[in-house]
């Protein structure tokens, strides 16, 4: 079965510019999570959704930061601008019900 | 609000030995789930163990077990007869039943000694 697919797994890109991070999550699954990982912050989550709906976007760090769902099988998260400091790696998580989440690999984003 | 903490930010064992990992945690939610993810350094997130609030009895898979002791409010991982190769960081985590939000600790970092 395919887990938690993520694109792309690195990303360089300059200060300014966009970043698209997109994921696919397992079929079946109700719940998707987007996390930010840093040395300094540990797992932030960002945003999560149930059934396609933001339930708590508290986590986003400013509004240069957006996240969505357009159907059961797809999130993308979006930088605009990007800045040194979101450099990171971004984790999105899907799970059925309440159990466990299952991550993808991850996508390392670099800005320069 | 909810809040997971782990105060050890490293540990060592030797390796066979048994090792206590802590987690503490605090909600006002009468049901939540705890979480444990291993880490190791090629960096994905590996699910290891669940507990539920209301579940009676400590969580076991394997070589891992959950202590938990729900009146102190903390869900200690004890891994037993430790292999080099659970070398990682270490995430507690807890999911608020309701909304189905979780969130993590701050990670230990553990190092198996041969």
């Known amino acids: 079965d395919a887990g938690v697919i993520q694109s792309p797994r690195h990303e360089v890109t300059e200060m300014g510019q966009e970043v698209t991070l997109r994921c696919k999550p397992i079929?079946?699954?109700?719940?998707l999570f987007w996390y930010r990982q840093t040395m300094m912050r540990g797992l932030e989550l960002l945003i999560y959704?149930?059934?396609?709906?933001?339930?708590?976007d508290s986590g986003m760090p400013e509004d240069r930061f957006s996240a969505k769902m357009p159907n059961a099988s797809f999130s993308t998260l979006k930088i605009q601008p990007s800045e040194p400091r979101d450099s990171a790696v971004y984790f999105c998580?899907?799970?059925?019900?309440?159990?466990?989440?299952?991550f993808g690999e991850g996508s390392r984003l670099t800005v320069l | 609000a909810q809040k997971i903490t782990q105060t050890q930010p490293g540990m060592f064992v030797q390796e066979k030995e048994a090792v206590t990992l802590d987690c503490t945690y605090d909600?006002?939610?009468?049901?939540?789930?705890l979480f444990w993810y291993k880490q190791p350094s090629s960096g994905e997130m590996i699910f290891l163990i669940y507990?539920?609030?209301?579940?009676?009895q400590n969580a076991t898979e394997g070589r891992y077990s959950l202590n938990f002791q729900k009146a102190r409010k903390s869900a200690n991982l004890v891994i037993s007869a430790s292999q080099l190769g659970d070398s990682a960081m270490y995430f507690c985590?807890?999911?608020?039943?309701?909304?189905?939000?979780?969130?993590f600790g701050q990670g230990t970092e553990l190092s198996v000694k041969p």
């Open positions: 909600t006002s939610d009468p049901s939540y789930g």
């Open positions: 998580a899907s799970s059925f019900g309440l159990r466990e989440l299952f």
């Open positions: 985590a807890m999911r608020d039943n309701q909304g189905g939000k979780l969130i």
């Open positions: 507990q539920g609030s209301y579940d009676q």
């Open positions: 959704f149930n059934n396609n709906v933001p339930i708590d």
């Open positions: 079929s079946g699954h109700d719940y």
